[in-house]
């Protein structure tokens, strides 16, 4: 399984967004607050790679609350879709470029 890293808590209650990758999965995760005290919830997003979430088709959206147990849970979440992009076959590089060039094309080869 690939590896991944999550900031602590207050990186997202100080309203920063956070883009990675755990193998051939990419995700980007948006905090949005309700509240004065740091209360909302985070938006996270997930495709496969290689290419930035601009040339890309997020392929999955869930959402967390922001609170430690919502972080726990997005670390799940991240590991269950790291599972799932990783273990498809290889892309050559030419579908790559095309799905780069066209995002909207099919999300899974199988």
Do not use: C
């Amino acid at each position: 399984m690939a590896e991944f890293f999550l900031p602590v808590l207050s990186h997202f209650q100080n309203r920063n967004a956070w883009l990675s990758s755990a193998g051939r999965l990419r995700y980007r995760i948006v905090p949005t607050l309700t509240d004065e005290e740091g209360n909302g919830i985070l938006t996270a997003e997930g495709w496969e790679g290689p290419w930035a979430y601009e040339f890309s088709q997020v392929e999955e959206t869930a959402q967390f609350p922001l609170t430690p147990e919502g972080l726990e849970a997005l670390a799940e979440w991240i590991t269950i879709q790291s599972q799932a992009v990783n273990s498809r076959p290889e892309r050559s590089l030419e579908e790559n470029l095309a799905r780069r060039k066209d995002p909207e094309q099919a999300t899974e080869k199988t």
